[in-house]
């Protein structure tokens, strides 16, 4: 089938090409992933120059230092590109693993096993990286991918997608398997989001309003990854140390990203003992901290929290302070405000530990360890595909096996019912 | 949380019973079932009853035998469905599973265990068997369930309803667990749809039309179902007796259900060894046969096939026919046609068998076996929540653990990083 639509034709290539994907050998897989990383530390030029007419265009358009910062391709970070490729050839390849199977009474066989989905959209914005990062993962699971990167990267991604095709097709695979549609702009988005047929699973990466976006208008399946409202509730019994120092790594370690803690959840009886010194390393750090009443009281230089500080993602040195009356005030608050990522207890008492780990309706649940462990790496996945905030297919830190879907294989000698 | 708005009160009710119901034990679980299943029994006066006016309603809206055959509930068939919720209670309780788990190199222990989804929603058409088939699934995996079987089966539906709910509170859990929408029309069945953070997963079950509303209209996530093009390959190298007897089992042991084959091809080499007895088999058990060209010169009384005869799940005696040049021809035909349910083979042939397995994108793709074995019973799952087509979450014959999702538990002793 080849379709007059341009758009339609070239998510028609994607798919032709995932289905040689599917079947294709680790080895082969490993070549074309290989030839990736060599092809990008071979075209540092290249790539440096389209990132710069990018970069251009954002400074012409005030878009921010934070978002230009995210942009910005140089040496160093194509380097850190070709080895994240690297990285992933050195994951192992989930496609064909068998997931379960037995011998029926009537003799016949069944065996779960991997299968890739066919061809993975993906939906981001700004972020050049992501654009080599979800083709290597694409690859290595056998899936073929149709790349929505945003116009601001537009001269970066096509530029990377082109290296991608040249790259893969060297190795004897079907170069076709990746391919972008930011020359199709908003519309193009919109027609990734109700392709069925051409695409079997959407991940959108970026802000909660694109992310939104994604799941409402979609009718492809998608893997919601996510925003996070991360909490730490410290209980009345917590261990001022460890309290201490899982806050402030929870809270500073790495502000911007999603697993970072946004709310600090602090027991009445534990406040006196330990708030003034929590908020006094919080804001030695420089965090700006805002509070209810009770933490305000405690602890001078406290902002006004309200409504909008218990539902923010602040990705910044900004955290909301409560004081609560018991555990189950803190389990109502985070039912209430948590986008159900990652939320902590810190705690001495056995029956409190386990109550949070049962009660609490997120990803991830923990109790004395900081909430910057929700990752892939930290897991043991190598890399990692996202974080799945969504309860269907896969929750919380998704690895490659994550990528596939699974087919029943079913091996008889003529039985009928 | 309590909404003016009655569907979203409903709603409500349903998600906050769901809460309370993802921590009790099996054993109140069971007891809740044991209630319903007795419950049954002692109400069949009460069922039948209002079974009663919908099937009157159905005559005068001349809704068809077929459609009146699954719409009534006589006391043998209430006594069915008690024996079925018993069936469930003997089900393994997919929840609190450790499905893995490790500990990492910094002594912080991880696990995935399986939890609710919390409220599943159901939309399906004129089967109140269906009513308490989900409700029992659903309770006991944990998950709250809201229910919209159609108005043509709406008393029946409500009277169940109530008993389930009633049943389940003289077992000491929350009866509003289980909830009917059916009172809201078609607009409850669209708010249904859209009602993201009541509902965590959809689960439509009925015609292929009734489905593809339901995944281009929903924002909640969906589990398609499925509707069959099921097709079975007779390879150049079949034996003969097995040809036969899978391809007549496959067509004739129930045709109305989604894993019975509603095309046959046939390799051209093996068209004149088979096919003519074939036809006569098929045909000898009331089987009409429309065929390509080639099949028709080879056997009289084949009708004439056309686009429509190869894209129809037909749920009745009839089944297209093709003669096809090579395995490549036959994999092209199932890739254009089929609804990615279930593929069997064939075949004597190692190579042809391997290939067939490996390259045809069905939830499940056999070899010598009749394709009525696609279902979670025949799979050893006990009950079957349906048969999914979709790759995302699950993909084939869905048993209790397809009904739950997981989350990790991260146990430290104050690590950060």
Known sequence: MSHADPFLARLERARSASKRLATVTTTQKNAALESIASELEDSVDEIVAANAIDLERGRANAIGEGLLDR????????????????????LPDPVGEVVRGSTLANGIQISQVRVPFGVVGAIY??????????????????????????????????????????????AGLDGDAVQTIDEFGREGASRLMRARGFIDVLIPRGSAGLISTVVQESTVPVIETGSGVVHVYVDASAEEGMAVSVVKNAKTHRPSVCNAAETLLVHRDAAERLLPRLARELMGAGVELSGDEASRSAVPGVGV??????????????????VVGSLDEALAHIERYSTRHTEAIVTQDYASAERFLAEVDSAVVMVNASTRFTDGGEFGFG???GISTQKLHARGPMGLPELTSTK???????QIR
């Open 305 to 322: 929290a309200d409504e909008e500080t218990w539902a923010t993602e602040h990705h910044a040195l900004a955290m909301g302070v409560r």
């Open 408 to 414: 029943w294989l079913v091996r008889g000698t003529g």
């Open 125 to 170: 914005e700004a972020r050049p990286n992501v654009t080599v990062d979800i083709a290597a993962l694409s690859l290595k699971s056998g899936n073929g991918a149709v790349l929505r990167g945003g116009s601001a990267a537009e001269h970066s991604n096509r530029v990377l997608v082109e290296l991608i095709q040249r790259a893969v097709s060297r």
């Open 383 to 385: 890399a990692e595909v």
């Open 71 to 90: 942009l910005r391709l140089d040496t160093d970070r194509i380097r850190g590109l070709a080895a994240a490729v690297r990285d992933v050839i050195a």
